[in-house]
């Protein structure tokens, strides 16, 4: 399938592959808001729901490297490829190895989830030879009508890393071997992270309040 790169063929066709369901919605609404053209037409959980959809091929695929599904990262390239399918990878861990992986099995980018959607989004219209977007769109969902501006704290290197790690799903200890630290550092950047966000009003105490908070303020990506 060729890419719509002519005037007036409409947007591009973009499906996304990504188990987290929290991540698929706010890719949604962000995409909506702040990318006209892409057309997000398959958000898919698991690699079947993706291949059999009627939307599938699509222009370009956005593939999560770490399903829980036994499909290796370069069938799941490889497929998208032979289907017509460009493809970028997100990942939350960022190494040489699995970036090898997925540029050797055809992948056109490698694109760490710590990244703000927009930059993202640019990758993906360099990989289809668009020009970039500039714009100061807000990195994820708008906020509900009535809605107060949200306040959005600062977080350190470190605390925006554990935080973006842990959303993605990993666990504490996980995240501390990703970010090759203490355990008790981890948690400690979490701590600091939820007192942030009480502090301007938007409590996250619980984990899924810490992960939609990610999605809100663009760290879940």
């Not at 990504?18 to 808001?33: K, P, Q, R, Y």
């Not at 959980?45 to 599938?56: K, M």
């Not at 020009?131 to 807000?138: D, F």
């Not at 981890?186 to 007192?195: N, S, Y």
Request: charged share 25%; hydrophobic share 45%.
């Amino acid at each position: 399938m060729g890419v719509p790169d002519a005037p007036g063929r409409g947007p591009v066709r973009l499906a996304v592959l990504d188990d987290h369901e929290v991540l698929l919605d706010s890719l949604t609404s962000w995409i909506g808001a702040n990318a006209p053209d892409f057309n997000l037409v398959l958000c898919a959980s698991t690699w079947p729901e993706l291949v059999h959809s009627a939307h599938f091929p699509t222009d370009i695929v956005f593939l999560d490297f770490q399903l829980k599904e036994p499909v290796s990262i370069e069938a799941r390239v490889r497929t998208c490829r032979a289907a017509g399918a460009k493809v970028v990878v997100l990942s939350a861990h960022d190494s040489d190895e699995i970036r090898d992986r997925a540029l050797a099995a055809g992948a056109e980018a490698f694109v760490s989830k710590v990244l703000p959607l927009g930059e993202v989004m640019n990758v993906a219209r360099g990989v289809l030879g668009m020009a970039r977007s500039e714009g100061g769109a807000p990195s994820w969902r708008p906020l509900p009508a009535g809605a107060e501006e949200a306040v959005k704290p600062k977080l350190s290197t470190g605390e925006a890393q554990a935080l973006s790690l842990y959303a993605s799903g990993l666990s504490a200890v996980e995240v501390a071997d990703r970010m090759d630290v203490q355990y008790e550092t981890v948690k400690t950047f979490l701590r600091r992270v939820r007192e942030k966000y009480a502090r301007v009003g938007r409590p996250a105490s619980r984990k899924a309040e810490l992960i939609r908070r990610a999605a809100e303020d663009g760290y879940l990506i």
